[in-house]
């Protein structure tokens, strides 16, 4: 059964300090038509204040799912954007708040979308935003760019709703259906291990210092999003690598064969 957008798009809070915030995040998706509020390791919850925060949509409190990690509360997802208050590091693909909805709505219809928030006080970790496939950033005043986080949910909700409403009004959106899925989240997380164990048996990542070229294969990896055949096909791949590095007895060397030792 084809999914609407309010059924498979959902709203990651992670690690929230303050109550009030998650009560004001369930009001602005319930106000947008949007249902799901997923909780990764909140700081005060069940609250009285996220309660009154919420008013009328404390019934999305209620249907909250709480998680431990931001990995479980995207484990099924296809398609995971990061909201992110400033520039990173290692730039990533990026969505306008626009583009971000068009393109939550459109893929709803395929797998469920994830939409993550981070802390109050330091947003998301890299670790965290190296989980998505994109970023996006609410294009606000450069001097002080940070909103609130119950704020920054309500852009992003209405961004989805315009986008829902459009395509309901018979807009120009649609996903290029593809004759696979994408793969999903906890599957592209199994690939990076698989991934990281095989170049560290072949000598080509340093055990010791191993994070940026994961980041930055993980970037690659985000941008290109491999169907669910794909991924199969690469860690297929990757055993067969493993295979042939322990057939011939040991590890391998940077830019070399496999060699003993
Ligand atoms: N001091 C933190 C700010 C966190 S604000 C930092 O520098 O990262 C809390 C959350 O609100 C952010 O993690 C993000 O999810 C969201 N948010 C706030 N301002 C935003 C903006 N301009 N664009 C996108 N998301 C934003």
Redesign the pocket.
Known sequence: MVKSAPDSIRFVL?NSAHPGNIGGAARALKNMGLKQLYLVAPREFPAANAIWRAAGAADLLDTAVVVETLEEAVADCGLVV?????ERRIPWPMLT?RECGARAVAEAVVHPVAV?????????TNEELQLCNFH?????NPDY?????A???Q??AYEVRMAALEKEQGGQLSYAEWDRPPAKSSDMELYFDHLQRALTELGFIDPDNPRQTMARLRRLFSRVRPDDMELGILRGMLTAIQNHIHRSGGRGRPGGDAVDG
Do not use: K
């Open positions: 992670v990061a909201t992110s208050a400033r708040p993550v928030f981070g802390r109050e006080d330091r947003g998301l996006v950033h609410i294009p606000s760019s940070s909103l609130n986080l704020a920054a949910v852009v992003l």
